[in-house]
Protein backbone atom coordinates (compact mmCIF):
# COMPACT_ATOMS: atom_id res chain seq x y z
CA UNK A 1 0.00 0.00 0.00
CA UNK A 2 1.39 3.71 -0.83
CA UNK A 3 2.44 5.69 1.76
CA UNK A 4 -0.51 8.57 2.62
CA UNK A 5 0.03 12.14 0.84
CA UNK A 6 -0.99 13.86 3.96
CA UNK A 7 -1.13 12.53 7.48
CA UNK A 8 -2.26 14.14 10.63
CA UNK A 9 -2.61 12.18 13.83
CA UNK A 10 -3.16 12.89 17.52
CA UNK A 11 -4.50 16.85 16.63
CA UNK A 12 -4.93 18.34 20.24
CA UNK A 13 -6.31 21.50 20.44
CA UNK A 14 -8.08 23.61 23.05
CA UNK A 15 -9.66 27.52 22.97
CA UNK A 16 -9.95 28.88 25.88
CA UNK A 17 -10.91 26.36 28.62
CA UNK A 18 -12.82 23.87 26.38
CA UNK A 19 -10.89 21.54 24.25
CA UNK A 20 -12.04 21.01 20.70
CA UNK A 21 -9.74 18.37 19.43
CA UNK A 22 -8.38 15.65 21.57
CA UNK A 23 -6.58 12.94 19.85
CA UNK A 24 -8.09 13.67 15.94
CA UNK A 25 -6.40 12.26 12.93
CA UNK A 26 -6.64 12.79 9.00
CA UNK A 27 -4.59 10.67 6.63
CA UNK A 28 -5.10 11.52 2.64
CA UNK A 29 -4.00 9.25 -0.05
CA UNK A 30 -3.61 9.43 -3.31
CA UNK A 31 -7.12 9.97 -5.55
CA UNK A 32 -8.94 10.14 -2.24
CA UNK A 33 -12.44 11.43 -2.19
CA UNK A 34 -12.68 12.14 1.89
CA UNK A 35 -16.47 13.94 3.28
CA UNK A 36 -14.91 15.32 6.80
CA UNK A 37 -18.81 15.20 9.22
CA UNK A 38 -19.81 16.21 12.40
CA UNK A 39 -22.05 18.56 14.12
CA UNK A 40 -21.27 22.79 14.61
CA UNK A 41 -18.66 23.07 16.31
CA UNK A 42 -17.46 19.93 16.51
CA UNK A 43 -13.77 21.13 14.99
CA UNK A 44 -14.05 19.85 11.28
CA UNK A 45 -13.23 23.46 9.40
CA UNK A 46 -10.41 23.48 12.49
CA UNK A 47 -8.93 20.21 11.26
CA UNK A 48 -9.08 21.16 7.95
CA UNK A 49 -6.94 24.13 8.56
CA UNK A 50 -4.64 22.11 10.81
CA UNK A 51 -4.11 19.77 7.28
CA UNK A 52 -3.55 22.79 5.37
CA UNK A 53 -0.80 24.66 7.94
CA UNK A 54 -3.00 27.22 9.11
CA UNK A 55 -3.79 26.03 12.32
CA UNK A 56 -0.58 25.19 15.10
CA UNK A 57 -2.12 22.33 17.06
CA UNK A 58 -1.05 22.02 21.06
CA UNK A 59 0.07 18.59 20.02
CA UNK A 60 0.54 16.73 17.29
CA UNK A 61 2.19 14.99 14.07
CA UNK A 62 1.97 16.26 10.55
CA UNK A 63 3.96 14.53 7.97
CA UNK A 64 3.57 15.82 4.25
CA UNK A 65 5.01 13.81 1.16
CA UNK A 66 7.97 15.98 0.31
CA UNK A 67 6.56 17.68 -3.28
CA UNK A 68 3.13 17.64 -2.68
CA UNK A 69 1.13 20.43 -3.84
CA UNK A 70 -1.74 21.23 -1.32
CA UNK A 71 -4.82 23.64 -1.84
CA UNK A 72 -7.05 25.43 0.88
CA UNK A 73 -10.62 26.73 0.07
CA UNK A 74 -11.96 28.57 3.06
CA UNK A 75 -15.54 29.34 3.98
CA UNK A 76 -15.03 33.29 4.02
CA UNK A 77 -12.42 34.11 1.18
CA UNK A 78 -10.53 37.48 1.98
CA UNK A 79 -9.50 39.25 -1.43
CA UNK A 80 -7.98 42.22 0.55
CA UNK A 81 -5.01 43.07 -1.42
CA UNK A 82 -5.58 41.99 -4.65
CA UNK A 83 -6.36 44.74 -7.30
CA UNK A 84 -8.79 41.72 -9.55
CA UNK A 85 -10.60 38.96 -9.29
CA UNK A 86 -7.57 37.44 -11.75
CA UNK A 87 -4.87 38.43 -10.03
CA UNK A 88 -6.57 37.07 -6.49
CA UNK A 89 -7.05 33.71 -8.57
CA UNK A 90 -3.37 33.43 -10.26
CA UNK A 91 -1.85 33.87 -7.13
CA UNK A 92 -2.79 30.38 -6.29
CA UNK A 93 -0.80 29.35 -9.26
CA UNK A 94 2.97 27.66 -8.99
CA UNK A 95 6.00 28.21 -11.28
CA UNK A 96 5.25 26.51 -14.41
CA UNK A 97 1.24 26.28 -14.18
CA UNK A 98 -1.08 27.06 -16.82
CA UNK A 99 -1.99 31.05 -16.30
CA UNK A 100 -4.58 30.44 -18.68
CA UNK A 101 -6.50 28.10 -16.73
CA UNK A 102 -6.61 30.59 -13.98
CA UNK A 103 -8.53 33.04 -16.52
CA UNK A 104 -10.73 29.94 -17.62
CA UNK A 105 -11.98 29.05 -14.37
CA UNK A 106 -13.10 32.77 -13.82
CA UNK A 107 -15.11 32.96 -16.85
CA UNK A 108 -16.74 29.39 -16.50
CA UNK A 109 -17.77 30.67 -12.84
CA UNK A 110 -19.43 33.86 -14.12
CA UNK A 111 -16.40 36.11 -13.45
CA UNK A 112 -14.34 38.31 -16.43
CA UNK A 113 -11.45 38.64 -14.09
CA UNK A 114 -11.57 42.66 -14.41
CA UNK A 115 -13.76 42.21 -10.98
CA UNK A 116 -12.47 44.52 -8.00
CA UNK A 117 -12.22 42.56 -5.36
CA UNK A 118 -13.62 45.17 -2.99
CA UNK A 119 -16.87 45.29 -4.92
CA UNK A 120 -17.36 41.28 -5.28
CA UNK A 121 -20.60 39.89 -3.68
CA UNK A 122 -20.34 36.64 -1.24
CA UNK A 123 -21.04 34.63 -3.75
CA UNK A 124 -18.13 36.29 -6.46
CA UNK A 125 -15.82 35.96 -4.06
CA UNK A 126 -16.25 32.35 -3.02
CA UNK A 127 -16.30 31.72 -7.07
CA UNK A 128 -13.07 33.73 -7.42
CA UNK A 129 -11.58 31.64 -4.43
CA UNK A 130 -12.82 28.31 -6.23
CA UNK A 131 -10.77 29.42 -9.35
CA UNK A 132 -8.16 29.61 -7.21
CA UNK A 133 -8.08 26.54 -5.15
CA UNK A 134 -8.74 24.60 -8.48
CA UNK A 135 -6.13 26.59 -10.74
CA UNK A 136 -3.24 24.43 -9.80
CA UNK A 137 -4.91 21.18 -10.24
CA UNK A 138 -3.08 20.25 -7.01
CA UNK A 139 -2.55 17.20 -4.83
CA UNK A 140 -4.56 17.82 -2.69
CA UNK A 141 -7.74 19.65 -2.13
CA UNK A 142 -9.34 21.05 1.19
CA UNK A 143 -12.75 21.98 0.54
CA UNK A 144 -14.74 24.05 3.43
CA UNK A 145 -18.31 24.49 2.63
CA UNK A 146 -17.47 25.07 -1.39
CA UNK A 147 -21.62 25.27 -2.35
CA UNK A 148 -22.38 28.31 0.42
CA UNK A 149 -23.53 31.49 -1.23
CA UNK A 150 -23.24 29.61 -4.88
CA UNK A 151 -26.46 28.61 -7.17
CA UNK A 152 -27.35 25.38 -8.57
CA UNK A 153 -26.10 26.09 -12.36
CA UNK A 154 -22.66 26.74 -10.39
CA UNK A 155 -23.07 23.98 -7.30
CA UNK A 156 -23.82 21.07 -10.48
CA UNK A 157 -20.74 22.31 -12.50
CA UNK A 158 -18.19 22.32 -9.51
CA UNK A 159 -20.01 19.07 -8.95
CA UNK A 160 -18.66 17.84 -12.52
CA UNK A 161 -15.69 19.56 -12.15
CA UNK A 162 -14.41 17.85 -9.30
CA UNK A 163 -15.39 14.33 -10.39
CA UNK A 164 -12.53 14.46 -12.98
CA UNK A 165 -10.09 16.22 -11.33
CA UNK A 166 -7.18 13.73 -10.19
CA UNK A 167 -6.74 15.46 -6.85
CA UNK A 168 -7.36 13.97 -3.69
CA UNK A 169 -10.11 15.66 -2.11
CA UNK A 170 -10.95 16.62 1.73
CA UNK A 171 -14.66 17.79 1.92
CA UNK A 172 -16.71 19.80 4.56
CA UNK A 173 -20.21 20.62 3.02
CA UNK A 174 -24.03 20.61 3.75
CA UNK A 175 -25.38 19.89 1.21
CA UNK A 176 -26.05 16.08 1.13
CA UNK A 177 -26.36 15.69 -2.55
CA UNK A 178 -22.90 16.95 -2.82
CA UNK A 179 -21.34 15.31 -0.20
CA UNK A 180 -23.28 11.75 -1.68
CA UNK A 181 -22.24 12.16 -5.35
CA UNK A 182 -18.75 12.91 -4.36
CA UNK A 183 -17.55 10.89 -1.32
CA UNK A 184 -15.52 7.47 -1.31
CA UNK A 185 -14.61 7.65 2.63
CA UNK A 186 -16.11 9.66 5.63
CA UNK A 187 -13.99 10.95 8.66
CA UNK A 188 -16.61 11.58 11.42
CA UNK A 189 -15.56 14.18 13.72
CA UNK A 190 -16.87 13.33 17.27
CA UNK A 191 -16.36 15.00 20.54
CA UNK A 192 -12.79 15.35 19.87
CA UNK A 193 -11.69 12.55 18.51
CA UNK A 194 -11.94 11.89 14.55
CA UNK A 195 -13.56 8.28 13.23
CA UNK A 196 -12.92 6.73 9.42
CA UNK A 197 -15.35 4.47 7.17
CA UNK A 198 -14.25 3.61 3.94
CA UNK A 199 -17.43 4.39 2.22
CA UNK A 200 -19.29 7.55 1.19
CA UNK A 201 -21.45 9.82 2.83
CA UNK A 202 -24.91 7.51 1.72
CA UNK A 203 -24.18 4.92 4.85
CA UNK A 204 -22.43 7.13 7.28
CA UNK A 205 -25.96 7.71 9.26
CA UNK A 206 -26.80 3.80 9.63
CA UNK A 207 -23.02 3.78 10.33
CA UNK A 208 -23.50 6.52 13.19
CA UNK A 209 -26.68 4.92 14.45
CA UNK A 210 -24.71 1.96 14.90
CA UNK A 211 -21.75 3.64 17.24
CA UNK A 212 -24.41 5.39 18.84
CA UNK A 213 -25.64 2.56 19.78
CA UNK A 214 -22.92 0.47 20.85
CA UNK A 215 -22.23 3.15 23.34
CA UNK A 216 -25.50 3.08 24.75
CA UNK A 217 -24.99 -0.79 25.27
CA UNK A 218 -21.76 -0.08 26.86
CA UNK A 219 -22.85 2.32 29.12
CA UNK A 220 -25.93 -0.45 30.06
CA UNK A 221 -23.14 -2.90 30.64
CA UNK A 222 -20.72 -0.30 32.52
CA UNK A 223 -23.73 0.69 35.33
CA UNK A 224 -24.76 -3.01 35.96
CA UNK A 225 -20.75 -3.95 36.29
CA UNK A 226 -20.97 -0.80 39.00
CA UNK A 227 -24.09 -1.90 40.83
CA UNK A 228 -22.26 -5.88 41.04
CA UNK A 229 -18.77 -4.34 42.32
CA UNK A 230 -20.89 -1.66 44.87
CA UNK A 231 -23.47 -4.78 46.03
CA UNK A 232 -19.89 -6.71 46.95
CA UNK A 233 -18.24 -4.28 48.50
CA UNK A 234 -21.25 -3.93 51.15
CA UNK A 235 -22.08 -7.64 51.55
CA UNK A 236 -19.01 -9.48 49.86
CA UNK A 237 -16.31 -11.88 52.13
CA UNK A 238 -13.82 -9.63 52.96
CA UNK A 239 -11.18 -11.85 54.40
CA UNK A 240 -8.29 -11.18 51.78
CA UNK A 241 -7.34 -7.92 52.04
CA UNK A 242 -5.18 -7.73 49.11
CA UNK A 243 -7.69 -8.51 46.74
CA UNK A 244 -10.59 -6.28 48.52
CA UNK A 245 -8.36 -2.99 47.81
CA UNK A 246 -8.04 -4.32 44.80
CA UNK A 247 -11.52 -4.45 43.93
CA UNK A 248 -11.52 -1.45 45.35
CA UNK A 249 -9.43 0.26 43.04
CA UNK A 250 -11.19 -1.00 40.36
CA UNK A 251 -14.62 0.48 41.10
CA UNK A 252 -12.53 3.79 41.37
CA UNK A 253 -11.67 3.30 38.07
CA UNK A 254 -15.54 1.81 36.80
CA UNK A 255 -16.82 5.18 38.36
CA UNK A 256 -14.20 7.28 36.87
CA UNK A 257 -14.61 6.03 33.07
CA UNK A 258 -18.39 6.81 33.95
CA UNK A 259 -17.94 10.25 34.73
CA UNK A 260 -15.36 10.88 31.99
CA UNK A 261 -17.98 9.81 29.23
CA UNK A 262 -19.51 12.58 26.68
CA UNK A 263 -22.47 11.04 25.54
CA UNK A 264 -23.14 12.20 21.92
CA UNK A 265 -24.80 15.93 22.04
CA UNK A 266 -28.07 16.52 21.98
CA UNK A 267 -29.74 17.67 18.99
CA UNK A 268 -32.31 20.48 18.11
CA UNK A 269 -35.57 20.51 19.99
CA UNK A 270 -37.53 21.99 17.40
CA UNK A 271 -41.74 22.74 16.69
CA UNK A 272 -43.30 24.90 14.54
CA UNK A 273 -46.44 26.91 16.86
CA UNK A 274 -49.21 26.21 14.51
CA UNK A 275 -51.74 28.99 14.23
CA UNK A 276 -55.78 28.81 12.72
CA UNK A 277 -56.42 26.85 10.08
CA UNK A 278 -55.96 29.52 6.54
CA UNK A 279 -58.38 29.43 4.01
CA UNK A 280 -58.23 26.66 1.42
CA UNK A 281 -56.73 29.50 -0.89
CA UNK A 282 -53.51 30.76 0.16
CA UNK A 283 -52.38 32.81 -3.02
CA UNK A 284 -53.70 33.54 -6.77
CA UNK A 285 -51.36 34.89 -9.03
CA UNK A 286 -52.95 36.35 -12.28
CA UNK A 287 -50.46 37.25 -15.20
CA UNK A 288 -48.36 39.18 -13.22
CA UNK A 289 -45.07 40.27 -14.49
CA UNK A 290 -42.18 42.86 -12.83
CA UNK A 291 -39.57 44.66 -14.64
CA UNK A 292 -36.61 46.87 -13.44
CA UNK A 293 -35.33 49.25 -15.53
CA UNK A 294 -36.75 47.30 -19.13
CA UNK A 295 -35.41 44.23 -17.92
CA UNK A 296 -38.14 41.69 -17.37
CA UNK A 297 -37.91 39.75 -14.12
CA UNK A 298 -41.25 38.32 -14.14
CA UNK A 299 -43.37 38.40 -17.25
CA UNK A 300 -46.97 36.74 -17.64
CA UNK A 301 -46.68 34.28 -14.62
CA UNK A 302 -49.87 32.76 -12.96
CA UNK A 303 -50.06 30.22 -10.89
CA UNK A 304 -52.71 28.87 -7.73
CA UNK A 305 -51.51 28.05 -4.70
CA UNK A 306 -53.26 26.12 -2.00
CA UNK A 307 -53.64 25.13 2.11
CA UNK A 308 -50.77 22.72 2.58
CA UNK A 309 -49.00 23.14 -0.45
CA UNK A 310 -44.98 23.25 -0.81
CA UNK A 311 -43.65 25.35 -3.28
CA UNK A 312 -39.70 25.57 -4.26
CA UNK A 313 -38.04 28.39 -6.29
CA UNK A 314 -34.80 27.66 -8.24
CA UNK A 315 -32.99 29.29 -10.73
CA UNK A 316 -29.26 31.11 -11.02
CA UNK A 317 -28.55 33.53 -8.50
CA UNK A 318 -30.07 36.85 -9.80
CA UNK A 319 -32.18 35.55 -11.52
CA UNK A 320 -35.45 37.07 -9.40
CA UNK A 321 -36.77 34.12 -7.35
CA UNK A 322 -37.08 36.39 -3.98
CA UNK A 323 -38.82 38.79 -6.31
CA UNK A 324 -41.33 36.66 -7.13
CA UNK A 325 -41.83 35.14 -3.92
CA UNK A 326 -42.41 38.55 -2.45
CA UNK A 327 -45.05 39.45 -4.67
CA UNK A 328 -47.18 36.03 -4.21
CA UNK A 329 -46.85 36.83 -0.91
CA UNK A 330 -48.11 40.32 -0.55
CA UNK A 331 -44.54 42.29 0.05
CA UNK A 332 -44.23 43.91 -3.36
CA UNK A 333 -47.06 44.88 -6.28
CA UNK A 334 -46.70 43.13 -10.06
CA UNK A 335 -46.49 46.11 -12.39
CA UNK A 336 -49.25 44.28 -14.12
CA UNK A 337 -51.27 41.72 -13.17
CA UNK A 338 -53.06 41.07 -9.92
CA UNK A 339 -52.18 38.60 -6.75
CA UNK A 340 -55.08 37.55 -4.04
CA UNK A 341 -54.14 36.27 -1.03
CA UNK A 342 -56.54 33.45 0.85
CA UNK A 343 -57.88 34.71 4.14
CA UNK A 344 -56.81 34.17 8.08
CA UNK A 345 -52.88 33.83 6.88
CA UNK A 346 -50.19 34.07 9.35
CA UNK A 347 -47.02 34.60 7.53
CA UNK A 348 -43.31 33.67 9.37
CA UNK A 349 -40.34 34.65 7.09
CA UNK A 350 -36.88 33.07 7.89
CA UNK A 351 -34.55 34.99 4.93
CA UNK A 352 -31.09 34.45 3.70
CA UNK A 353 -29.37 37.49 4.89
CA UNK A 354 -30.77 36.91 8.38
CA UNK A 355 -32.09 41.24 8.39
CA UNK A 356 -33.96 40.82 10.98
CA UNK A 357 -31.69 40.47 13.54
CA UNK A 358 -30.18 43.57 15.31
CA UNK A 359 -26.61 42.92 15.32
CA UNK A 360 -25.78 44.64 18.79
CA UNK A 361 -28.89 42.66 20.83
CA UNK A 362 -27.84 39.88 22.87
CA UNK A 363 -29.04 36.42 22.32
CA UNK A 364 -31.50 36.28 24.88
CA UNK A 365 -33.19 39.76 24.08
CA UNK A 366 -33.38 38.20 20.52
CA UNK A 367 -34.80 34.53 21.44
CA UNK A 368 -37.69 36.75 23.84
CA UNK A 369 -37.80 39.75 21.61
CA UNK A 370 -36.84 42.28 23.92
CA UNK A 371 -39.94 40.54 26.74
CA UNK A 372 -37.94 39.66 29.89
CA UNK A 373 -36.92 36.11 30.10
CA UNK A 374 -39.68 34.37 28.93
CA UNK A 375 -40.24 33.34 25.54
CA UNK A 376 -44.31 33.14 24.30
CA UNK A 377 -44.67 30.13 22.26
CA UNK A 378 -48.50 29.80 21.24
CA UNK A 379 -50.76 30.16 24.46
CA UNK A 380 -47.66 29.37 26.98
CA UNK A 381 -44.20 30.83 28.01
CA UNK A 382 -41.02 29.02 28.56
CA UNK A 383 -38.03 30.39 30.34
CA UNK A 384 -35.33 32.09 27.53
CA UNK A 385 -32.48 29.70 28.92
CA UNK A 386 -34.54 26.48 28.47
CA UNK A 387 -35.85 27.50 24.64
CA UNK A 388 -31.75 28.49 24.11
CA UNK A 389 -30.66 24.85 25.51
CA UNK A 390 -33.68 23.43 22.71
CA UNK A 391 -31.55 25.25 19.97
CA UNK A 392 -27.90 24.18 21.62
CA UNK A 393 -27.30 27.36 23.04
CA UNK A 394 -25.21 27.43 26.21
CA UNK A 395 -26.34 29.39 28.95
CA UNK A 396 -23.22 31.09 28.96
CA UNK A 397 -24.08 32.72 25.70
CA UNK A 398 -26.95 34.02 26.89
CA UNK A 399 -24.98 37.92 26.67
CA UNK A 400 -23.51 37.59 23.90
CA UNK A 401 -24.02 40.05 21.28
CA UNK A 402 -25.70 38.74 17.95
CA UNK A 403 -22.94 40.00 15.81
CA UNK A 404 -20.50 37.79 17.79
CA UNK A 405 -22.38 34.88 16.44
CA UNK A 406 -21.37 32.63 13.83
CA UNK A 407 -23.26 31.96 10.67
CA UNK A 408 -25.18 28.46 11.93
CA UNK A 409 -26.05 29.99 15.30
CA UNK A 410 -27.85 33.02 13.80
CA UNK A 411 -29.67 30.08 11.63
CA UNK A 412 -30.72 28.69 14.70
CA UNK A 413 -31.75 31.76 16.58
CA UNK A 414 -33.98 33.47 13.51
CA UNK A 415 -35.88 29.14 13.01
CA UNK A 416 -36.05 29.82 17.31
CA UNK A 417 -37.90 33.09 17.36
CA UNK A 418 -40.10 32.20 13.90
CA UNK A 419 -40.96 28.65 14.65
CA UNK A 420 -42.00 30.50 18.44
CA UNK A 421 -44.68 32.51 16.21
CA UNK A 422 -48.18 31.11 15.44
CA UNK A 423 -48.36 30.81 11.57
CA UNK A 424 -50.23 28.80 9.02
CA UNK A 425 -47.89 30.01 5.91
CA UNK A 426 -43.69 30.01 6.11
CA UNK A 427 -41.47 31.63 3.63
CA UNK A 428 -38.14 30.35 3.74
CA UNK A 429 -34.97 32.44 1.85
CA UNK A 430 -32.28 30.04 1.90
CA UNK A 431 -32.95 28.39 5.14
CA UNK A 432 -30.28 25.80 4.77
CA UNK A 433 -27.38 28.38 4.72
CA UNK A 434 -24.79 27.30 7.27
CA UNK A 435 -26.82 24.84 9.09
CA UNK A 436 -25.23 21.35 10.07
CA UNK A 437 -26.83 17.87 8.70
CA UNK A 438 -28.55 17.08 11.96
CA UNK A 439 -30.50 20.30 12.28
CA UNK A 440 -31.20 20.26 8.69
CA UNK A 441 -32.74 16.59 8.98
CA UNK A 442 -35.21 18.02 11.90
CA UNK A 443 -36.23 21.06 10.08
CA UNK A 444 -37.39 18.75 7.29
CA UNK A 445 -39.28 16.79 10.18
CA UNK A 446 -40.80 19.64 11.10
CA UNK A 447 -42.00 20.80 7.51
CA UNK A 448 -43.35 17.32 6.64
CA UNK A 449 -45.53 17.57 9.94
CA UNK A 450 -46.32 21.15 8.92
CA UNK A 451 -50.14 21.70 8.22
CA UNK A 452 -49.67 24.96 7.19
CA UNK A 453 -48.11 26.11 3.76
CA UNK A 454 -44.59 26.13 2.85
CA UNK A 455 -42.93 28.77 0.07
CA UNK A 456 -39.30 27.91 -0.54
CA UNK A 457 -36.43 29.51 -2.31
CA UNK A 458 -33.30 26.98 -2.13
CA UNK A 459 -29.96 26.08 -3.93
CA UNK A 460 -29.90 22.77 -1.67
CA UNK A 461 -31.34 19.91 -4.26
CA UNK A 462 -31.68 17.37 -1.61
CA UNK A 463 -33.42 19.49 0.50
CA UNK A 464 -35.84 20.45 -2.30
CA UNK A 465 -36.63 16.88 -2.97
CA UNK A 466 -37.26 15.99 0.49
CA UNK A 467 -39.78 18.88 0.65
CA UNK A 468 -41.65 20.21 -2.39
CA UNK A 469 -44.55 18.98 -3.50
CA UNK A 470 -44.08 21.62 -7.06
CA UNK A 471 -40.89 23.48 -8.32
CA UNK A 472 -41.22 26.97 -9.84
CA UNK A 473 -38.05 27.13 -12.38
CA UNK A 474 -36.76 30.09 -14.31
CA UNK A 475 -36.72 29.53 -18.27
CA UNK A 476 -35.18 32.64 -19.53
CA UNK A 477 -36.63 36.55 -20.52
CA UNK A 478 -38.77 36.76 -17.39
CA UNK A 479 -40.79 33.51 -17.96
CA UNK A 480 -41.41 30.99 -14.71
CA UNK A 481 -43.00 27.31 -15.19
CA UNK A 482 -44.06 25.44 -12.44
CA UNK A 483 -43.23 21.19 -12.14
CA UNK A 484 -44.72 18.84 -10.54
CA UNK A 485 -42.76 17.24 -7.76
CA UNK A 486 -39.17 18.24 -6.16
CA UNK A 487 -35.92 19.07 -7.55
CA UNK A 488 -34.99 16.16 -8.76
CA UNK A 489 -38.55 15.56 -10.95
CA UNK A 490 -38.59 19.22 -12.75
CA UNK A 491 -34.65 17.88 -14.39
CA UNK A 492 -37.18 14.40 -15.58
CA UNK A 493 -39.99 16.46 -16.59
CA UNK A 494 -37.72 19.59 -18.20
CA UNK A 495 -35.02 17.57 -19.50
CA UNK A 496 -32.01 19.81 -17.95
CA UNK A 497 -31.72 21.57 -14.65
CA UNK A 498 -31.07 25.27 -14.05
CA UNK A 499 -29.70 27.34 -16.86
CA UNK A 500 -26.64 29.57 -15.80
CA UNK A 501 -26.66 33.31 -16.64
CA UNK A 502 -25.35 34.08 -19.50
CA UNK A 503 -22.03 35.71 -18.82
CA UNK A 504 -19.99 38.09 -20.87
CA UNK A 505 -16.61 36.20 -21.56
CA UNK A 506 -12.97 38.04 -22.03
CA UNK A 507 -11.35 37.89 -24.71
CA UNK A 508 -8.75 39.68 -26.42
CA UNK A 509 -10.15 42.60 -29.26
CA UNK A 510 -9.86 41.90 -32.64
CA UNK A 511 -9.57 44.83 -34.38
CA UNK A 512 -10.07 42.63 -38.19
CA UNK A 513 -13.42 43.11 -39.79
CA UNK A 514 -14.34 45.91 -37.90
CA UNK A 515 -15.46 44.20 -34.96
CA UNK A 516 -15.45 46.39 -32.23
CA UNK A 517 -13.31 44.83 -29.02
CA UNK A 518 -15.10 42.76 -25.96
CA UNK A 519 -14.29 45.72 -23.67
CA UNK A 520 -16.34 48.48 -25.75
CA UNK A 521 -19.22 46.51 -25.74
CA UNK A 522 -19.19 45.63 -21.87
CA UNK A 523 -18.94 49.48 -21.67
CA UNK A 524 -21.79 50.36 -24.06
CA UNK A 525 -24.00 48.23 -22.00
CA UNK A 526 -23.16 49.95 -19.06
CA UNK A 527 -23.43 53.51 -20.79
CA UNK A 528 -26.90 53.08 -20.96
CA UNK A 529 -27.45 53.78 -17.53
CA UNK A 530 -28.86 57.36 -17.34
CA UNK A 531 -26.03 60.30 -16.48
CA UNK A 532 -27.48 60.49 -12.38
CA UNK A 533 -27.46 56.23 -12.32
CA UNK A 534 -23.63 56.60 -13.65
CA UNK A 535 -22.65 58.82 -10.72
CA UNK A 536 -24.38 56.55 -8.26
CA UNK A 537 -22.70 53.83 -8.98
CA UNK A 538 -19.30 55.39 -8.69
CA UNK A 539 -20.40 56.62 -5.37
CA UNK A 540 -21.95 54.40 -3.82
CA UNK A 541 -19.18 52.37 -2.24
CA UNK A 542 -17.42 55.37 -0.91
CA UNK A 543 -20.07 55.96 1.14
CA UNK A 544 -20.56 52.69 2.00
CA UNK A 545 -17.36 52.36 3.24
CA UNK A 546 -17.34 55.83 4.89
CA UNK A 547 -20.87 54.41 7.06
CA UNK A 548 -18.86 51.53 7.73
CA UNK A 549 -16.21 53.11 9.74
CA UNK A 550 -18.84 55.00 11.02
CA UNK A 551 -20.62 52.36 12.52
CA UNK A 552 -17.33 50.63 13.77
CA UNK A 553 -16.42 53.50 15.55
CA UNK A 554 -19.71 53.54 16.99
CA UNK A 555 -19.83 50.18 17.94
CA UNK A 556 -16.09 50.31 19.86
CA UNK A 557 -17.88 53.09 21.55
CA UNK A 558 -20.85 50.82 22.56
CA UNK A 559 -18.06 47.83 24.25
CA UNK A 560 -16.91 50.24 26.70
CA UNK A 561 -18.15 48.51 29.63
CA UNK A 562 -18.66 51.60 31.70
CA UNK A 563 -20.21 53.31 29.05
CA UNK A 564 -24.01 52.47 30.49
CA UNK A 565 -23.40 53.46 34.14
CA UNK A 566 -21.14 56.34 33.32
CA UNK A 567 -23.11 57.59 30.83
CA UNK A 568 -26.53 56.09 30.24
CA UNK A 569 -27.79 59.24 27.81
CA UNK A 570 -24.70 58.84 25.96
CA UNK A 571 -25.10 54.92 25.45
CA UNK A 572 -28.68 55.11 24.60
CA UNK A 573 -28.03 57.38 21.65
CA UNK A 574 -24.75 55.78 20.50
CA UNK A 575 -27.50 52.57 20.49
CA UNK A 576 -30.06 54.40 18.58
CA UNK A 577 -27.14 56.23 16.01
CA UNK A 578 -26.09 52.60 15.44
CA UNK A 579 -29.59 51.00 14.57
CA UNK A 580 -30.18 53.96 12.40
CA UNK A 581 -26.73 53.74 10.68
CA UNK A 582 -27.36 49.94 9.92
CA UNK A 583 -30.65 51.11 8.41
CA UNK A 584 -28.94 53.49 5.96
CA UNK A 585 -26.13 50.92 5.13
CA UNK A 586 -28.69 48.37 4.01
CA UNK A 587 -30.32 50.96 1.65
CA UNK A 588 -27.18 51.91 -0.12
CA UNK A 589 -26.64 48.20 -0.10
CA UNK A 590 -29.84 47.49 -2.00
CA UNK A 591 -29.36 50.73 -4.29
CA UNK A 592 -25.84 49.54 -5.12
CA UNK A 593 -26.50 45.83 -5.94
CA UNK A 594 -29.70 46.79 -8.27
CA UNK A 595 -27.33 49.83 -10.26
CA UNK A 596 -24.92 47.31 -10.40
CA UNK A 597 -26.92 44.28 -11.74
CA UNK A 598 -28.73 47.05 -14.45
CA UNK A 599 -24.87 47.98 -15.63
CA UNK A 600 -23.98 44.30 -16.16
CA UNK A 601 -27.55 43.43 -17.88
Given at each position: MAPPLLHIRDIHLTFGSTPLLTGAELQVGEGDRICLVGRNGSGKSTLLKVAAGLVEPDKGETFLQPGTTVRYLPQEPD?????????YAEAGLAPGDDHYRAQYLLEVLGLTGREDPATLSGGEAKRAAIARALAPEPDIL??????????????EWLETELRQMKSAIVLISHDRRFLENLSRATVWIDRGLSRRQEEGFSKFEEWRDKVFEEEERDQQ????????????????????RKRNMRRVRELADLRQKKRDYKGPQSGVKMAATEGEVSGKLVSEAKSISKAYEARPIVKDFSIRIQRGDRVGFVGPNGA?????????????EPDSGSVRLGANLQMITLDQKREKLDPNDTLASAMTGGRGDTVIIGDTSKHVMSYMKDFLFKPEQARTPVRVLSGGERGRLLLARALAMPSNVMVL??????????????????????QGTVFLVSHDRDFLDRICTSVITMEGDGKW??????????????GAGVDAKKVQKSEKPKKDKGEKPKEEKVNSKKSSLTFTQQHRLKALPEEIDSLQQKIAKLQKELEDPNLFTGNPERFHKVTEAVGKAHEQLETLEEEWLEL???AEE
Open positions: LTGFSTSLELLDEPTNHLDLPVIRLDLKIKQEEHWMTYGVTARGKTTLLKMLVGDLDEPTNDLDLETLDLLQELIADYQEYAGGYSDMIAQREML
